[in-house]
Nanobody, 123 residues
Framework: QVQLVESGGGLVQAGGSLRLSCAGT????????MAWFRQAPGKEREFVAA????????YYADFVKGRFTISRDNAKNTVYLQMNSLKPEDTAVYYC????????????????WGQGTQVTVSS
């Protein structure tokens, strides 16, 4: 089992950058596939990015390609989401998720979730 805590959200102007962190507990953190999702008010939770346990493979939603980068440091039990060139439409609560067996875009397949961190991009 793993517990996840996100941090790094905040208010930023359009075009700015933020780096989100997701700290996990447990000695087996490095065994989990990790992902970031987001949910804007009135909208469904949507996939943003995912990374394999080793960090060697990543996958992104089309709307963040070239702007966001997912990475992880297993020695620190942390996964990151570097967000550049932020747009007002990126405003949402961002969640990290973990699963031992699933690497993909379906939120329903991830077993563990953090509480979320708010990102607000002003125009």
């Amino acid at each position: 089992q793993v517990q996840l805590v996100e941090s790094g959200g905040g208010l930023v102007q359009a075009g700015g950058s933020l780096r989100l962190s997701c700290a996990g507990t447990g000695r087996t953190f490095g065994s989990y596939y990790m992902a970031w999702f987001r949910q804007a008010p009135g909208k469904e939770r949507e996939f943003v990015a995912a990374i394999t346990w080793s960090g060697q493979s990543t996958y992104y939603a089309d709307f963040v390609k070239g702007r966001f980068t997912i990475s992880r440091d297993n020695a620190k039990n942390t996964v990151y989401l570097q967000m550049n060139s932020l747009k007002p439409e990126d405003t949402a609560v961002y969640y990290c998720a973990a699963d031992l067996d699933y690497y993909g875009v379906l939120s329903t397949e991830y077993d563990y979730w953090g509480q979320g961190t708010q990102v607000t991009v002003s125009s």
